[in-house]
C-alpha cells in the first residue's frame, strides 16, 4: 500500500507541460500563454472623446455658467469611425461622439447634457475645464508596453486586451487532449434501458464531461469488452491522438481485470494499491514512443469521480500549463458524527451549506458539512447530490459533530441567500 500522496508525486513528477503552439486568439481561450505580449500600439491610440457632446476649447468656456451661459458656432460633425484628422479654430465647437477623434486645437468635450444640444450653435451652462472627458493617445497602455506575461490564463478580459494590442494569433500552451476508455463486458451505451446484468456507461460519460470541465479536449472510447487484445489494440490505436489516457475498471483484484493484465508489464505502468477509500486499485505510467501518461482508474464510479479529483485533475492541469491546484480547500463543520476508515484516507461525499451564526453580540459565517447520503464506492445519487469531497486523515478513525473538517470542493460552493 503506497500513500495518496506518494501516487500523486509520482504522477505530478512524470507529466510535463505540453509544448507551445500558435492558435488564433479565440481558439486559445482558457489556454496559458506561452510568451510575453508586448504592445506595438498604444491604447487609446488617438485622442478621443469620452462624452458625446461638443469638442471645445475650454478657455473659451472658462467662466460659463447657469446665470451667464456662452454660446458658439458648431462648425461639424464628428462621429466615432471618422478617419479624417481636423481641426478646431479658437471660438468654434464642433459636436463629438464618445470615441470620435478630438480635433486639433480641441482640449476639451462638453457633455450634451450641459448645453442645449444646438446643431449650428450651442449653449453651454456649465464652467469647462481643460482636459475634461478627453481620453488621451496612450494613457491606458504605451506602444512598447510589456501588456501580458507568459503564465498568463487568456480569460476573455485578456484576450480582449490581446486583441486591442493587434495580436491575432499567440503561442499558448494547447488544452491536453485526453482519451476516456471506459472497459466492461457489462457496459452499455447510455440512452439505453440496461437489461439484466448491464450497466450504463456513466462513467465513460462523467470523466468526459469532467474533462471538458477541466477546459481540456475529451474524446470518449465507450465499453471496450473485457478481452485483452481487443483493450491493447484500442489503447495502442489511441495513444496516437492523446496527450493523456483515461481507461475505468478493470484494475481491481477480479478474474476479468483486463486493464491490468494488458497494462501491468509494458511502458513504466504500475498498479498500486493507494491508501484512500473509496479509490485504493490505481495504475499510472508513461506508454508509446511519446510517453503518454496513462491513468487506469477504478470502476466504481465514486472511486473514479473521486481518482480523477485527485490524481488526474492536478496532472491535467500541470499538462495545461496551470497551477497543480486552482481552488482553495474549504473548512466546514461536521454537521454530524460519521465513521472513517483505520489507515485510510477517506473522501466523504458531503454537502456544504453556507451558514451564519448569531453568538451574542457576534455574527459569523462558515460551512457545515453532511453527508450526503449512502457512501458505497457505486452510489452515484449521493454522489451527484454531494458538492465536496470531505477530506479525512488516515489516521482519523470517527469525527464527530462540530468537528473541523477539510473539504475539497467539486463545484462552485453558493453562498446562502
Ligand atoms: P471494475 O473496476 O471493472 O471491477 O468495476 C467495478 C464496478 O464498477 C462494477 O460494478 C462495474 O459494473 C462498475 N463499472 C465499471 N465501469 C463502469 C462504467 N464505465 N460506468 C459505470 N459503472 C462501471
Ligand atoms: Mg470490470
Given at each position: 500500500?503506497i500513500?495518496?500522496q506518494?501516487?500523486?508525486?509520482?504522477?505530478?513528477?512524470?507529466v510535463?507541460?505540453?509544448?507551445?503552439?500558435?492558435l488564433?486568439?479565440?481558439?486559445?481561450?482558457?489556454?496559458?500563454?506561452?510568451?510575453?505580449?508586448?504592445?506595438?500600439?498604444a491604447?487609446?491610440?488617438f485622442r478621443?472623446?469620452?462624452?458625446?457632446?461638443?469638442?471645445?476649447?475650454?478657455?473659451d468656456l472658462?467662466?460659463a455658467?447657469h446665470?451667464?451661459?456662452?454660446t458658439?458656432?458648431v462648425?461639424?460633425?464628428?462621429?466615432a469611425?471618422n478617419t479624417?484628422?481636423l481641426s478646431?479654430?479658437?471660438?468654434q465647437?464642433?459636436?463629438?461622439m464618445?470615441g470620435?477623434?478630438?480635433?486639433d486645437g480641441?482640449?476639451a468635450?462638453?457633455p450634451?447634457?450641459?448645453?442645449?444640444?444646438?446643431?449650428?450653435?450651442v449653449?453651454?451652462?456649465a464652467?469647462?475645464?481643460?482636459?475634461?472627458?478627453?481620453r488621451?493617445?496612450?494613457?491606458?497602455?504605451?506602444a512598447?508596453?510589456?501588456v501580458m506575461r507568459g503564465g498568463?490564463?487568456?480569460?476573455p478580459?485578456q484576450?480582449?486586451?490581446l486583441?486591442?494590442v493587434?495580436?491575432?494569433e499567440?503561442?499558448?500552451?494547447?488544452?491536453p487532449?485526453?482519451?476516456?476508455?471506459s472497459t466492461?463486458?457489462?457496459l452499455?451505451?447510455p440512452?439505453?434501458r440496461?437489461?439484466f446484468g448491464q450497466v450504463?456507461?456513466?462513467?465513460?460519460l462523467?470523466?468526459?464531461a469532467?474533462?471538458r470541465?477541466?477546459?481540456?479536449v475529451?474524446?470518449?472510447?465507450?465499453?471496450?469488452?473485457?478481452d485483452?487484445?481487443?483493450l491493447?489494440?484500442?489503447?495502442?490505436?489511441?495513444?496516437?491522438?492523446?496527450d493523456?489516457?483515461?481507461t475505468t475498471?478493470?484494475?481491481?483484484?477480479?478474474?476479468?481485470d483486463?486493464v491490468?493484465e494488458?497494462?501491468?508489464?509494458?511502458?513504466t505502468m504500475r498498479?498500486?494499491?493507494?491508501?484512500?477509500?473509496?479509490g485504493?486499485?490505481?495504475?499510472?505510467?508513461?506508454?508509446?514512443?511519446?510517453?503518454?501518461?496513462?491513468f487506469?482508474?477504478?470502476?466504481?464510479?465514486?472511486s473514479?469521480?473521486?481518482s480523477f479529483?485527485v490524481?488526474?485533475?492536478?496532472?491535467?492541469?500541470?499538462?495545461?500549463?496551470r497551477p497543480?491546484?486552482?481552488?482553495?480547500?474549504?473548512t466546514?463543520v461536521a454537521?454530524?458524527?460519521?465513521?472513517a476508515?483505520?489507515?485510510?484516507?477517506?473522501?466523504?461525499?458531503?454537502?456544504?451549506?453556507?451558514?451564519?451564526?448569531h453568538?451574542?453580540?457576534?455574527t459569523?459565517?462558515g460551512y457545515?458539512?453532511a453527508?450526503a447520503g449512502?457512501?458505497?464506492s457505486?452510489?452515484?445519487?449521493?454522489?451527484a447530490?454531494?458538492?465536496a469531497?470531505?477530506?479525512?486523515?488516515?489516521?482519523?478513525?470517527?469525527?464527530r459533530?462540530g468537528?473541523?473538517v477539510?473539504?475539497?470542493?467539486?463545484?462552485?460552493?453558493?453562498?446562502?441567500l
Open positions: 500500500m500513500t495518496v506518494e501516487h500523486l508525486s509520482r504522477i505530478v513528477d512524470t510535463q507541460r505540453l509544448p507551445p503552439m500558435g488564433d486568439l479565440l481558439d486559445a481561450q482558457g489556454c496559458v500563454l506561452a510568451q510575453d505580449v508586448t504592445s506595438e500600439v491604447l487609446p491610440g478621443n472623446s469620452a462624452m458625446d457632446g461638443y469638442a471645445v476649447h475650454a478657455a472658462a467662466l455658467s446665470a451667464a451661459p456662452v458658439l458656432p462648425a461639424g460633425d464628428i462621429a469611425g479624417q484628422a478646431l479654430a479658437p471660438g465647437s464642433m459636436r463629438i464618445t470620435a477623434p478630438m480635433p480641441a482640449d468635450v462638453v450634451v447634457e450641459r448645453t442645449d444640444g444646438g446643431l449650428t450653435r449653449t453651454v451652462s464652467e469647462v475645464s481643460v482636459g475634461q472627458h478627453v488621451q493617445a496612450g494613457e491606458d497602455v504605451a512598447g508596453d510589456l498568463t490564463r487568456l480569460e478580459r484576450i480582449a486586451l486583441a486591442a493587434g495580436t491575432g499567440v503561442r499558448v500552451t494547447p488544452r487532449r485526453v482519451v476516456v476508455i466492461g463486458d457489462e452499455i451505451e440512452g439505453i440496461p437489461g450504463v456507461d456513466s462513467n465513460g462523467m470523466l468526459t469532467a474533462v470541465a477541466l477546459d481540456c475529451p474524446f470518449r472510447v465507450s465499453c471496450v469488452p473485457d485483452a487484445r481487443t491493447q489494440s484500442t489503447i495502442e490505436s489511441q495513444l496516437l491522438r492523446a493523456a489516457v483515461v475498471g478493470g484494475v481491481s483484484m477480479g478474474a476479468y483486463t491490468k494488458v497494462l501491468s508489464s509494458v511502458g498498479f498500486d494499491k493507494v491508501a484512500m477509500q473509496p485504493m486499485p490505481q495504475g499510472f505510467g508513461v506508454l508509446g514512443e511519446d510517453q503518454i501518461p496513462v487506469t482508474l477504478p470502476g466504481n464510479p465514486v473514479a469521480m473521486v479529483e490524481f488526474v485533475a492536478p496532472a491535467l492541469r500541470l499538462m495545461a500549463g497543480q491546484q486552482e481552488t482553495s480547500m474549504v466546514a454537521a454530524h458524527d460519521w465513521n476508515p483505520a489507515g485510510k484516507v477517506q473522501y466523504a461525499r458531503v454537502v456544504l451549506s453556507h451558514v451564519f451564526s453568538v451574542s453580540s457576534q459569523g459565517s457545515t458539512a453527508i449512502l457512501q458505497g457505486h452510489a452515484l445519487g449521493s454522489l447530490c454531494a458538492n469531497l470531505a477530506v479525512i486523515p488516515a489516521d482519523v478513525t470517527s469525527v459533530a468537528d473541523q477539510s473539504c475539497h470542493p467539486l463545484g462552485p460552493i453558493l453562498e446562502a
